[in-house]
């Protein structure tokens, strides 16, 4: 039963990765901590390993597309790296007192995301071109750079919620639309998934290669197809796909861990 967790966290991942540029961890967490029994650290390591590709290949997708704002987002990112660094090492202290804390908090915060897309839907912003025809305020562009930190620190933390923060940053400071919001935050999360898996592994996380290998293959042939099928979607509906699928899979990950 649990190859079949570690694709059904690989393929979940790869959807909400590639529909609106999450973090792998509010689906692989939760269910490699409730289903799986392993620790939270570790899971958390398989999450920001699947991110770091997944992330990648999602974010070029968008690029292909024009849905990308390459500079502000290596501006953002290069702060966001440094409390990635931080939380890290935050979680890993949090894990020693709460083992099994952190896939908690990624399964609530999977459904809260859902009930967000569906009843406030990001369809608002600007796209790539307009953005870089007009330009963005120096003020604003620093700001976001100082919330990139705190991101940061949270995906550090927890391995998840950095996604959903920075399209907060990139659609309501910046005012990207939601596809350039997405495409943006995945290109940061690629990097920001670096430095935290490669913390987690120096900090004692356990390594295991055949289920991590599974879990991010399933996670990266997903992220792709979503991806793709974002960027043809209209935003409004784009929305609704997300809400679902977040909610979806949020009831799921409970669901293993409470009633199975």
């Known amino acids: 039963m649990y190859w079949v967790i570690y694709l059904i966290a690989g393929i979940g991942a790869g959807l909400v990765t590639g529909l609106a540029g999450l973090s792998a961890a509010v689906i692989i967490t939760p269910l490699l901590v409730g289903v799986c029994g392993w620790d939270s650290y570790d899971a958390v390591t398989v999450a920001l390993a699947a991110d770091v590709l997944a992330s990648l290949l999602t974010?070029?997708?968008y690029r292909k597309n024009g849905n990308i704002d390459l500079?502000?987002?290596?501006?953002?990112?290069?702060?966001?790296?440094?409390?990635?660094?931080?939380?890290?090492?935050?979680?890993f202290l949090f894990n020693q007192a709460q083992p099994g804390g952190l896939g908690l908090i990624a399964m609530i915060t999977t459904v809260s995301l859902g009930i967000k897309f569906l009843i406030k839907p990001m369809t608002g912003g600007e796209d790539a071109k307009s953005l870089s025809a007009s330009g963005n305020a120096t003020s604003k562009t620093f700001l976001a750079m100082i919330c990139g930190l705190g991101i940061g620190w949270v995906c550090g933390f927890t391995g998840s919620g950095g996604g959903i923060?920075?399209?907060?940053?990139?659609?309501?400071?910046?005012?990207y639309n939601l596809k350039v919001a997405v495409?943006?935050?995945?290109?940061?999360?690629?990097f920001v998934a670096l430095v935290g898996a490669v913390s987690h592994l120096f900090m004692g996380a356990e390594f295991h290669p055949i289920p991590m290998t599974?879990?991010?293959?399933?996670?990266?042939?997903?992220?792709?197809?979503?991806?793709?099928?974002?960027?043809?979607?209209?935003?409004?509906?784009?929305?609704?796909?997300?809400?679902?699928?977040l909610i979806i899979l949020g009831a799921f990950t409970m669901a293993t861990k409470y009633l199975i």
Do not use: D, P
């Open 59 to 61: 974010a070029n997708t």
């Open 71 to 91: 500079k502000r987002g290596l501006m953002v990112g290069s702060t966001a790296l440094i409390g990635t660094a931080v939380g890290s090492r935050c979680g």
């Open 165 to 175: 923060l920075m399209l907060t940053v990139f659609t309501l400071l910046l005012g």
């Open 183 to 190: 495409g943006t935050s995945t290109l940061i999360m690629c």
């Open 214 to 245: 599974v879990t991010v293959i399933a996670c990266l042939i997903s992220a792709i197809m979503s991806a793709k099928f974002a960027n043809r979607c209209e935003i409004r509906k784009l929305n609704k796909v997300i809400g679902i699928v």
